[in-house]
Structures are given as C-alpha cells and as structure tokens.
C-alpha cells in the first residue's frame, strides 16, 4: 500500500555509470532528500552526479521514513537499500510542481546499469506527491543499454509513478523474493525482461505498459497480470512463468512465443487480437492448452517453430498455419485452416501428422490446387493435393495400412487417404496423391498404371488405367463425395481392390439374441478360416478361427447397433480373400440399407440391408431433382438381405435411393450412374 504522505510524480532515466555511493540518514519523519543542509553530494560540484548512488540502510528513528526529493528535477545513477534495513521507505516530490527522477544507472552490488536495487526484506514505494502535494513524479529511463531493477531481499519494489524513455529498456532480476509492482499507465517503449522474481502489471485497465511494448520472461522469471492489459509481444521462455490472476483478462495484439515456459491462470485468460499469433518454439516437445490457445478469440496464426514438434490438445479453427520448423501432430483432433504457409520443397519436418482419427480441413478450396501437407507420423509424408473443390471446405488425413481391406493389398501402396467434404460436391474433385519408395507393399510396381479405389460401404474401383508421374505421383478425378463423411481411397496395381470372383458367400440370419452366420466357399487350398466382425464396416477384428471344413458359426455376444461380419480365408501360400460383408442389426425392431454395390451402376446392382424383424420394404428411387423414377417393393427377413437391383434404365447422373417399412422409418443411400 502507498504512504500516508502525498508524493508528487517522479521520472526515472538511467545511464549506465560507475559512481559514489551516498549514504543518507533519515530523521524522525519523512525528510527532504538532497537539499543543502543534508549533505554536500559532491565537494568539487557541489550537486549530485548522474552516476552517484543514494543508499538508504537502517540509520535514523522513524518507523517508516519517507524521503522528498526536495526539487522538481534530480538526475541520478540509482537508489540502493541495502540488506541492514527493516524499515519501509518511500520516495516522493516535495515540489509544488511536476518533477522528474532521472535514473542513469550505475554498477550497484557489481551489477552494470542498475537504477533500483533493494536487498532488504523492506519494501520500497516511489509515487506522487508529498506533504499534501499534488503535483506529479515521472521516472525517466536513461540509459541506452539497460535499465535493471535488482531484487535481492524478500522486500518489494512498487512504482506507482509512471515511468518514461523512449526505446529505453527495463528488466528486473536479482536473486531474492519480492515483486516489482507497476501501477501506473507508464509510457516507456523499450523491452521488458523478467530474468527472476516476478513482475506485477496491476496498473489502469489495458495501460500499465504501452500496447505495443514487447515483454520477455526467461531464467526463472514470473510476469503476473493482476488487472486486465493489452501487450503486443510475449515471449514465455523454459523455466519462466505467466500468471492471470483469477478474473483478468491478457490481450495479446501482436506475437505470443511460447517457448516452454509455465502458464497458470485459474478463472483468468489470455485472448488475442484479430491478427495475433500464437507461436510454439523451443527444443522439447509441446502440447498445446487452452490457457494460450482458447476456443474463443484465439489466434489468427498459429506458428511451428520447434524441432521436436508439437501435438494439438482440442478441436481447433484459425485463418494461418506457418510452419518454421517442426511438424504437428492433431491426434483425434480435427484442425481447420484458411491457408498454409512457410512450406518448403521438402515438408519432412514440415507437415501435419495425422496419426489417429483428426482430420486437417481447409476453408473454401477453389478451382486452383491446394496442398494438404500430410503424413501418418513424423517421418513418413502422403500428401495430396487438390483442386476443383466447388469453394466447399475439405477435410484430409492419411494412415499406414489398408483399411478396410482389400483384396490383393500385396501389389498396393500400404497407405488409406481419407477425404471429407463439407457439403457434397456437384461435380467430381482433381486429388493428386504423392507416395514415396517404399510406401507400396512387397510386390507393387511403382512405374505401372494404378487404380483408385473408394469405400462406400464397400470397395469401388472409380478410376483405372492411371499413370504414375515420377513413379510417385497419381493424378485422379474422384466423385462419391458425401456431406461430411469420410471417403477411404487406395491405391494399388490393376486387380489390387477388388477379387475378379467372389467366392465366398456369406448369409446371416438373426435367431434369438445370436447371429448365425453361414457361408459356402470353394477355395481348396485353405489353410485357415477366420470369421471377423467389426461396428463400423471398416475395422474388423477376429472372432474365432474355424476348421476348413466348418461352414457355420453363432455370434452369441452382439454389439448394439449393426453388426458387420466377414470371413477371412488364407491359403496355404499366405494369400488372403474376404467374403462380403453381411449384418445384422441387434435391435428390437428396424433396419438399415447397409450398402449398394457397386455404388458407379452402369446395370445392375446389389442392394443389402439388414432387418431386426420379418417385414415389407419400399425402395423409391429419386434423381437430383428429387423426381421419382423408380419403386420396387421386398420382403425382409430378420438379419441380412440382398437383392439385385435393375438399374440399366436410368440415364447417366446422382440419385438417391430411399427405403420405407410400414413402421415410418426410412433409410437412405446415395448413387451414381454412369
């Protein structure tokens, strides 16, 4: 708290100098610092040199002196209290009018450009106006080099007159405890550096310090915003430490550097301007938080800027992601950019990993190409570019592995790319895919023509017949694109996707609260014969493994839902074949359209559903317009169904196909006739 007394404002500026220390005895009561009848500050002069120190240690009677200026205007090296005192001081102009403290700095306790030293476990107060005053106490920083406050004792420094200097630099150090308190609306422009201790910025709203003053926490620093502020730049080194107190609020206008250091803020926050960064640096490891990177008025860019890499803690948007050096990794976390920047030629430290189920979206991809600079881990790059996009926004992600399977992954790039649209697309999208030596499994070709293929419920070869560039490249036009949801690709050597014969067939019907499942094959070289069952129709796991000659099993431990079942049949020479897919809904009542296959009709197609009861089925068939140009009617059985369906009528375009039961529900797929 501030004295009694009324003290009038006082400018500090430091020089940086090497001078006499001044020792100053203190009465019973406040008294005039530097008058004649004091002392005689220097014997040649007869005033103060800009580089002479006054020191107060515990010399005089009054409980809590308070020293006056005694003038309007002094210019000093630095105050220092030394480590004997166990009294509070405070400093203040006497004058009637507006005085200014210039602090020059001085070599205090062997420490160069100090302007304020206290090593006593005291707290030291400089403000406004004493005696009843009014007037103002400005300090001005003077010097050019750096302007240090040292905290050795417990004891604290608290400002609460404004302080100046054009460029004029500030930083606190010191090896004690006490805080540097700064509670006025100060106007000095120089960096702020807090090496250790902490500083306190519990000055007016937003004003303690210039809006565009940059601050820097390093060593074992603390800066501790204790009323709501604005600053342009901060940098949070290793070992320092931001502190919002409870309520208040950090604006950040410019660049946020967080570089490893702690953030403890509680019911506080940290928000930014509409084009303010967040950038991660250092060497370690980082994971965002929502203490520096909030939901709500967060950055507009986010910076990469550590070698070890960063990992993204929660869904998040934002205009710009520059990338400097390290990769990110966004988990099950879906991140949604404008535009990317800062890629190079090479992006192996330089990409987004897309290691689980998050996606990397960008907003409103145009006629032109746009990069998705992915990969499934650190060291591994698939990215794709894509354009035609129809200004609809995409999401993308890559993973290791073929997933579903497919039929001869062997002659296959080992890798699934996942693209999501936000709406459906009118027309189809360009995608060019990059894989590199060693991303095909053990006998793909790398230099002969490819296929692509989609899941839709079940692998489509969309387009065959293409021609790698430089090996590594694929060029491809892709359609099936639903609303928001994910569409696998693949690509393999012609015949890699699908079995030129199906022989295995697969049956389930539902008895009871089981699944008896029923399959033929005429496969006469198997060596063993897994069935596997999975809740999403695209990751299976095994259920049993099962004789050569068994041609049945019963699923007595249903998931809720839909349950989607296959069978896997390796031969003896390690060759491996699927079933279709059947299933059956483990409900009460109900039932989906699981499938159409294929879903690019040129005739006829499969249609499977699976019912949870006995009942009747309308399909209407609608083209984009919404017209109908078909209706078929089927019976259902409870478990799988397929029906083959006579679609060769239609003319080229998308429609929907709509199934009704008597019960009101409805299901509906989509597809393309070509």
Same mark, same amino acid.
């Given at each position: ?11 500090? !500026?430091?020089?940086?100098a ?6 100053? #005895? ?61 009294? $509070? ?5 006497s ?6 403290? &210039? ?20 707290s030291?107060? =400089?403000?406004? @106006?004493?005696n009843?005053?009014?007037? /103002?106490? &400005?300090?001005? /920083? ?15 420094? *608290?400002? /609460? ?14 090896? @004690? ?18 090496s ?29 915003i ?23 609020t /950090? #604006? ?10 702690? !953030? ?11 084009s ?16 520096e ?9 986010? +910076? ?9 803690? %929660? ?24 535009a ?22 960008i ?15 650190a060291?591994?790059?698939?990215? !794709? ?21 497919i ?38 070709n790398?230099?002969?023509?490819v ?5 839709? +419920? ?15 490249q ?14 696998p ?6 015949g ?6 199906? *022989? ?15 399959? +033929?094959?005429?496969?006469? *070289? ?11 129709g ?16 019963d ?8 349950n ?6 390796t ?30 009709? &040129? ?30 009617a ?17 003319? %080229? @375009? ?10 009101? $529900?409805?299901?509906? =797929?989509?597809? $393309?006739?070509?």
């Open positions: 708290m501030p004295f009694s007394f009324f003290l009038l404002p006082l400018t500090l !500026i430091l020089v940086s090497k001078g006499q220390t001044i020792s100053w #005895t203190e009465g019973t009561t406040a008294n005039l610092w530097y008058t004649a009848t004091n002392w005689t500050p220097n014997t040649t002069s007869g005033s103060w040199l800009i580089s002479n120190v006054g020191q107060f240690d515990n010399t005089g009677t009054a409980t809590t002196a308070g020293i006056d200026m005694g003038t309007s205007s002094l210019s000093i090296g630095g105050v220092e209290i030394s480590a004997a005192r166990t009294r $509070v001081l405070g400093i203040g102009n004058s009637a009018i507006n005085g200014t403290l &210039t602090l020059n700095g001085s070599t205090i306790n062997s420490v160069n450009n100090v302007i304020l030293r206290n090593a006593s476990n005291s030291l107060f =400089i403000q406004d @106006g004493v009843a005053g009014s007037a /103002l106490l &400005t300090l001005a /920083l003077a010097n050019n080099t750096d302007n240090v406050v040292n905290i050795d004792g417990t004891g604290d420094v *608290n400002i /609460l007159s404004s302080i100046s200097g054009v460029g004029k630099k500030l930083t606190l150090g010191g090896i @004690g405890a006490g805080i540097l308190s700064l509670s006025a609306a100060n106007s000095y422009t120089g960096l702020t550096t807090v250790s201790n902490t500083l306190q910025l519990n000055g007016p709203a937003g004003g303690t310090l210039p809006a565009g003053n940059d601050i820097l926490i390093n060593g074992i620093g603390t800066l501790k204790s009323s709501n502020q604005t600053l342009n730049n901060l940098t949070l080194a290793t070992g320092g430490t931001l502190t919002v107190d409870n309520g208040v /950090l #604006t950040i206008n410019g660049t946020f550097n967080q570089n490893g250091g702690t !953030i403890v803020i509680g019911t506080g926050s940290i928000i930014y301007g509409t303010a960064t967040l950038s991660y640096g250092g060497s370690s490891l980082q994971t965002t938080n929502s203490n990177f909030p939901l709500v008025s967060g950055p507009a860019t986010l +910076t990469i800027n550590n070698s070890a890499g960063v990992v993204l803690h %929660a869904t998040r948007t934002i205009s710009t992601l520059n990338f400097i050096d390290g990769n990110f990794t966004i988990g099950a976390n879906d991140f949604t950019v404008s990317i920047s800062g890629l190079p030629a090479n992006l192996t430290n330089r990409h987004v990993v897309t290691n689980l189920t998050g996606e990397l979206i907003t409103n991809i145009g006629v032109g190409l746009v990069l998705f600079p992915i990969g499934a881990n060291t591994t790059l698939n990215p !794709i570019w894509r354009s035609n996009g129809q200004n609809i926004n995409y999401g993308a992600r890559v993973e290791i592995g073929i997933n579903p399977a039929s001869y992954p062997l002659i296959a790039v080992n890798r699934t790319w996942n693209i999501k649209p936000s709406v459906t697309p009118s027309t189809p999208v360009n995608v060019l895919f990059f894989y590199s030596a060693g991303d095909g499994n053990a006998t793909f790398y230099t002969t023509n296929e692509l293929g989609l899941w839709a +419920t079940t692998w489509n070869v969309i387009q065959t017949g293409l021609v790698p560039s430089g090996s590594y694929v060029a491809s036009t892709v359609s099936i694109l639903g609303a928001n949801q994910d569409a690709l693949v690509i393999g050597n012609l890699a996707i699908l079995s030129a014969q199906n *022989n295995i067939d697969l049956v389930v019907q539902k008895q009871d609260n089981k699944a008896h499942l029923m399959w +033929t094959t005429v496969i006469g *070289n198997a060596e063993k014969i897994e069935i596997e069952r999975s809740s999403d695209r990751n299976f796991n095994s259920l049993s493994t099962v004789g050569i000659t068994v041609k049945f099993f699923d007595k431990k249903l998931l809720s839902g839909i989607y079942y296959r069978i896997k049949i031969d003896i020479n390690g060759a491996i074949s699927y079933s279709s897919i059947a299933t059956m809904l483990n409900k009460e009542s109900g039932f989906e359209i699981v499938n159409l296959v294929p879903t690019l009709v &040129t005739g006829n197609a499969v249609l499977n559903v699976t019912a949870a009861q006995k009942t009747k089925m309308d399909i209407v068939i609608t083209d984009i317009s919404g017209r109908q140009v078909q209706k078929i089927y019976n259902l059985i409870a478990g799988s169904n397929q029906f083959t369906v006579n679609l060769s009528n239609l003319s %080229a @375009g998308t429609y929907q196909m709509k199934g009704y039961t008597m019960d009101g $529900v409805s299901r509906t =797929i989509r597809f $393309v006739k070509q």
